[in-house]
């Protein structure tokens, strides 16, 4: 039996190991475990490969959501709207930054944020947006941008799944004031532990962004603000600049095998595959089908061997940490919907198509029991 995993970490260490090897060994050799010159080649590095003026290195992709909106003075009584279908970092920061969390439903195609929901749930309380590129598919940035200078709101794009998408041909990230990454492992760009950043085209935003992260100041001593901890390590620093230029090579392998899914599983009873929108270019950190009997789906692969995940069971504003809010299924009916029909199927650079024929066959044949 030929097993399929979710993700294979190790393939792609393996692809590059002596890169990653004597990245580790020079970080070492030079005692550059906290700031330094490796995390100082990364921010300009990654800025760059996603064309922002600032990247703002930080611990993790949720500390960048939480540092973003406490620059951008998130403060208790605002209101900040954002998706229903994310992980919960997104929803969470909001609350940690002192506001209210606002949800909104998705469209039914792309799991992404809907404009016209965002619209209904703008108040004279609302100070922003936190779209979420879901799956590695860019949310609908005109609507949202347009929706956004109309009520004088700040928008911070969630890019944890989605390095290097496009929308109508411009990068994910550079649309709004801000923009988080995560570059948790199995994320598209991942470090071997924790790491996050956060870029903007503003100069004083990347600044207060900056003090907020390191203790309020930039200076040693010198603390203008209150801020956190919440920095890169020297380590994942180099980890990332050995595979940032295999970024776009990894991605298209990505699209290409999204690609030999689509042809494969189009004609599959019950199988809804991914639906990309007209000028949306989808990253596939996830490849996310639905299914009717998603469960039954779910374990027949397992038990052959094939590793799938839901990517999430419980949509946010139906999770205990929002009992509060005492939300209705009605309220987000095609993120409630999609909840108990959204599969993950194994998608990473290195599948091979002898891997990706294995899940073909296996959901044939479970549709056709
Ligand atoms: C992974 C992820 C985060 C959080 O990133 P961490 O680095 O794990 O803290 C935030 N938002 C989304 C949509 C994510 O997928």
Same mark, same amino acid.
């Given at each position: ?15 590059i190991?002596?890169d990653i090897?004597?990245a ?49 003075? &998130? ?47 703008? *108040? ?114 180099a980890i990332l600049l050995a595979k940032l230029? !295999? ?41 996310? &089908?639905? !299914? ?15 590793? *799938?995940?839901?990517?999430?069971? *419980? ?55």
């Amino acid at each position: 039996m030929l097993t399929v995993p979710f993700a294979d970490l190790n393939l792609q260490y393996q692809s590059i190991k002596a890169d990653i090897d004597s990245a580790i060994a020079a970080v070492i050799q030079d005692s550059a475990f906290i700031r330094g010159a490796y995390v100082d080649s990364f921010e300009t590095a990654f800025a760059a490969a996603v064309e922002a003026n600032h990247c703002v290195s930080c611990a993790n992709g949720t500390d960048a959501l939480y540092v973003a909106m406490a620059a951008l003075n &998130v403060s208790a009584g605002d209101e900040v709207i954002t998706t229903a279908h994310s992980w919960i970092s997104t929803s969470a920061m909001i609350t940690h930054a002192g506001a209210t969390v606002v949800f909104c439903d998705t469209d039914e195609d792309t799991y992404t944020i809907d404009p016209v929901a965002v619209e209904s749930a703008i *108040t004279p309380r609302t100070v922003g947006i936190i779209p979420v590129h879901l799956y590695g598919q860019p949310a609908d940035m005109d609507a949202i941008m347009a929706i956004a200078r109309k009520h004088n709101l700040w928008v911070v794009e969630d890019c944890a799944q989605a390095h290097l998408a496009r929308y109508k041909g411009r990068l994910v990230g550079t649309f709004g004031n801000a923009a988080t990454y995560s570059f948790y492992p199995g994320k598209n760009l991942g470090a071997m532990g924790d790491a996050g950043a956060i870029v903007t085209n503003d100069p004083e935003l990347a600044g207060g962004m900056a003090m907020l992260a390191r203790h309020g100041g930039l200076t040693k001593h010198q603390h203008v603000i209150e801020g956190i901890n919440s920095r890169l390590d020297g380590l994942q620093a180099a980890i990332l600049l050995a595979k940032l230029p !295999h970024l776009p090579q990894w991605t298209r392998a990505r699209q290409a095998a999204a690609a030999v899914f689509d042809a494969g599983l189009n004609q599959i009873e019950d199988i809804e595959v991914p639906r990309v929108a007209a000028g949306r270019e989808h990253v596939y950190h996830l490849y996310t &089908v639905q !299914h009717p009997r998603r469960d039954q789906l779910a374990a027949f692969l397992g038990a052959n061997g094939v590793q *799938t995940a839901v990517n999430y069971p *419980t949509a946010l504003p139906f999770l205990s940490a929002y009992s509060r809010f005492a939300h209705r299924p009605q309220q987000f009916p095609n993120a409630y919907r999609q909840q108990s029909r959204i599969l993950s199927l194994p998608m990473f650079a290195e599948i091979t198509r002898d891997q990706q024929h294995t899940v073909v066959n296996l959901i044939r044949a479970f549709a056709e029991s």
